[in-house]
């Protein structure tokens, strides 16, 4: 009897670990479950994906990060399903699933002001016309800035980064003007721990934003 006591204890406890962490690798009924969450694209849909999207700001007139995301395997594949309610199956959701593998996703949105400084000598900067008080900035602005995503103080390595920048259309009065970028820093599951997360962004001033995610409550 104790020794089965014992065991039912210990079954409790992972159970209840498993429930406080976030979902990897995913079996046949998250992918089902999340799949069709994506499918509903309705306020179900943006009440989940809204745990995993924060607002911030540097500040009225500096570069500043209007949107930091984190996506767990599982909400990649809420979002997938969600942009494709068009002919999008169970089955390719499946095959996406494994051509991605495990990983953390973190969205970092920058939107500048008008007001932020041309740097450097990219040939794609140039002075705007009089008149004008928008500046014209490099695309690759976003390297002025630093990424950190740390736990326990710790950074953790990304797999990957990548970006697309954000611009706006010309009108009679501007220039068409690059306003902001989409940074997409990747990692692996594997080196993610279901707990406290940071995510820093270092502005070219030096000045720091950040935004935390507790993934023991994310799935």
């Known amino acids: 009897m104790t020794i089965r006591m014992a065991s039912l204890v210990v079954a409790i406890c992972l159970f209840l670990s498993q429930a406080r962490a976030y979902e990897w690798p995913l079996d046949a009924r998250a992918l089902h479950e999340a799949w069709e969450l994506g499918q509903r694209n309705d306020q179900v849909t943006g009440k989940f994906l809204a745990q995993y999207l924060k607002k911030v700001s540097g500040g009225e007139n500096d570069p500043y990060t209007a949107e930091i995301q984190i996506l767990t395997p599982y909400a990649q594949v809420v979002e997938r399903s969600r942009q494709k309610t068009t002919s999008y ?36 900067t140039t002075n705007p016309p009089a008149g004008n008080s928008r500046v014209v900035r490099p695309e690759n602005f976003w390297q002025n800035f630093q990424f950190n995503v740390k736990q326990n103080g710790k950074a953790i390595p990304s797999r990957s980064i990548r970006n697309k920048s954000i611009g706006s259309s010309a009108t009679k009065g501007a220039p068409a003007a690059l306003d902001g970028a989409n940074v997409w820093l990747e990692f692996d599951a594997k080196d993610v721990a279901s707990e406290e997360t940071i995510v820093e962004v270092v502005t070219p001033e030096a000045r720091t934003i950040s935004a935390t995610f507790d993934l023991k409550k994310l799935r």
């Open 89 to 124: 199956s169970e089955e390719q959701a499946a095959l996406d699933y494994r051509q991605h593998g495990n990983t953390i996703l973190v969205n970092i949105l920058i939107m500048l002001p008008a007001a932020y400084p041309t740097t450097g000598t990219d040939s794609r």
